[in-house]
Nanobody, 115 residues
Framework: QVQLVESGGGLVQPGGSLTLSCVAS????????MGWYRQAPGQQRELVAV???????NYADSVKGRFLISRDNAKNMVTLQMNSLKPEDTAVYYC?????????WGQGTQVTVSS
């Protein structure tokens, strides 16, 4: 069973930065795509950023230029560097990995942007 463990969430002031990490229980080379999603209270889960094994990184329009998704293959890790955070970025952030017909999700980490 694939496990994804997120960390790095917390409370940050508007304009601040946070870096989220997601460590997989196996090599991330085995996944077609790894990405970050978020879900705010009362809202649907939405894509934030994805990093295909082959191809370019993609971002939601709302985070372009502020967030950066990276892969560290040696550590089986995907990170999300978040800069210039806004209150509307407040959500639970989830790591996702997929291959073939299977999707795997982490347990989520809370990010709260507030003064």
């Amino acid at each position: 069973q694939v496990q994804l463990v997120e960390s790095g969430g917390g409370l940050v002031q508007p304009g601040g930065s946070l870096t989220l990490s997601c460590v997989a229980s196996e090599s991330i080379f085995s996944f077609n795509t790894m990405g970050w999603y978020r879900q705010a209270p009362g809202q649907q889960r939405e894509l934030v950023a994805v990093y295909p094994r082959w191809g370019s990184r993609n971002y939601a329009d709302s985070v372009k230029g502020r967030f950066l998704i990276s892969r560290d293959n040696a550590k089986n890790m995907v990170t999300l560097q978040m800069n210039s955070l806004k209150p509307e970025d407040t959500a639970v952030y989830y790591c996702k990995a997929d291959r073939a017909s299977d999707d795997y999700w982490g347990q989520g980490t809370q990010v709260t942007v507030s003064s």
